[in-house]
């Protein structure tokens, strides 16, 4: 039992930066419903930066930690650029598909700022952990607790209770509405990736100072687990990225301890697949699926 | 034509195999990141017919694409309703799943003397029969590039048929083409069908032609850069995937001599290429104009 939750404790601390990944996905996908592939590589440059200024200057953690996400915020403006902005509303694969070739240029990047596979990455304090009991809690996953959870309550307060958060939710429930009210849906839609960026600039910090290493694929890795994380939560819902992250972080954790290392993925692709499968829609996001389904039955 | 072109070229092929079944689904309206899968279970499963079961080349090659066929039905039967991005993602978990599970596989017989099969992660290798029977590789890729011009026959007539436009409508407005009495469902059901078959034909092919395969050949790049392809080329003909598996892979050999930042100079050239031609170079509005300019001269 003691193991069992001990393991619950881990696994939620993990989950947490996963449900920030997902957050981050479910905002951009949210306001413009098209998917960003490049979302996990700009975070990975992002930290690739953080890690150079490491590596060559030998900067101090809270200096690689800003660098860490301004650069992510950088290569996101970037995308949002090039694979959203300049591509047609109406698009969604182009965009797509611009996005992971995107995607490649920012690994080339990365290979070329840093040719190595692997590479240190500070962590934000030297000190063991916290044992309250028979649980101990790692000095890192309490750090990404407590930031995951100031993130999503700042988040839940520039959401409902500032303009830019009202417009946010407009453009998202109806971006053609949303322009009637005199909404620029262009605006809120970088403003919404610069946003997402920041939160999985901070995820991705938080991930890599736990891991206390940084290799490039860590782009793909963060790709599919904040994808993996929206969809078991429902797509566009807020709550449900957290939800799907916390039971993303609880499932890896637990199949990694009783069945081992090799089930870890399967087994959370088996759960998404099951989820997709019986509840297409998430598991809190079954509003969008019902309606279309309920389409479709009319005719 | 020297070894290192026929590599080239042969590697072309199979790849455009991915590009043409990644299309076929992208025709019905849906993504799909998964197409890698059925390439692996053709490669597989043909590979296993002439390394252990000792069976001809030619229904080693059918074995592995109705089988491929077959899991895209079941998995297609089960991820129909979904659409979007639930559907490519049903795709992604079901691919990724068969990836990690391949690594788990063992399957060892021995044959004449050696042990061969699928032994998890450390691959599928002896996958002998371009050896046994003298095949040369310019010969290989000529076989590869007949079935892939039979397939690519088949659908541009398939194109032109009432199938067709029934598919391509259900890609349009899958609303729309059920109040036109036509089952969306049953024609994804057969496009995903279909798409396992191509994949699960080209898979088999590489196996024949790496002579060794492995889990991790199969994994999410493969498939998304199938789906790129598909794109690039566009979307208004069966051509077009073909022609983004040769801008892609021709263009990149073609600029090897400033390695290292090739991907930098083709992923912002591509990034370009679909701000101004979003559906792909031969999307449907120029497929249409080229053809009424044929039927005029």
Known sequence: ?299 | MSEYAISVASNMGMIAFVALSAYVILVVGEISFGQQAYFGIGAYMSGAATAMWGWPFGLALAVGSLSAAAAAFAIGALTIRLRGLYFAISTLCFAEMLRLWLNSVHVRVEVDGEMVGPDGAEGFGDIRWIFENDVTPLEFMFIIYGLLGAVLAFLLLVERSRLGAALRMVGQDPLLARSQGIDASACKLLAVMFAGLIAGLGGGLYAHFATYIEPNVFNVMLGVHGLAYGLIGGLGTALGPIIGVVLDIGFLEGIRAIQGYRMIVFGGLVAILLIVMPRGILDETRVYRIKRWMRRT
């Open chain 1, 1 to 299: 039992m003691v193991d069992f939750i001990q393991t619950t404790i881990d696994g939620l601390s993990i989950g947490s930066a996963y449900s920030l990944i997902a957050l981050g996905f479910t905002l951009v996908f949210g306001v413009m419903r098209r998917i960003n592939l490049s979302y996990g590589p700009s975070i990975m440059l992002g930290a690739f930066a953080g890690t150079w200024i490491f590596v060559t200057l030998d900067a101090q953690p809270w200096l690689v930690a800003a660098v860490t996400v301004a650069g992510t915020v950088a290569v996101g403006v970037y995308v949002e650029r090039v694979c959203f902005w300049a591509i047609r509303r109406d698009a969604a694969i182009a965009s797509m598909v611009s996005s992971f070739v995107i995607w490649m240029q920012l690994e080339e990047v990365a290979t070329i700022l840093l040719p190595g596979r692997t590479y240190p990455f500070p962590e934000l304090f030297r000190t063991g952990g916290v044992e309250i009991g028979p649980y101990f809690f790692r000095m890192e996953y309490v750090t990404t607790l407590t930031v995951a959870i100031l993130v999503l309550v700042m988040l839940r307060l520039l959401l409902f209770k500032t303009r830019f958060g009202l417009a946010l939710r407009a453009v998202s429930e109806n971006p053609a509405a949303a322009a009637y009210m005199g909404i620029r849906p262009g605006r809120v839609i970088f403003r919404a990736f610069v946003l997402a960026s920041l939160i999985g600039g901070i995820a991705g910090y938080l991930l890599l100072a736990a891991d206390q290493q940084v290799t490039p694929y860590f782009g793909l890795w963060a790709t599919f687990k904040g994808l993996i994380a929206m969809m078991l939560g429902g797509m566009g819902s807020i709550p449900g990225a957290v939800v799907g992250g916390l039971i993303l972080g609880v499932i890896e954790s637990q199949t990694q301890w009783y069945l081992g290392n090799a089930y870890k993925d399967l087994s959370s692709y088996l759960v998404l697949f099951m989820v997709l499968v019986l509840r297409p829609g998430g598991l809190l996001g079954q509003g969008i699926a019902e309606r279309e389904a309920q389409a479709f039955r009319r005719i």
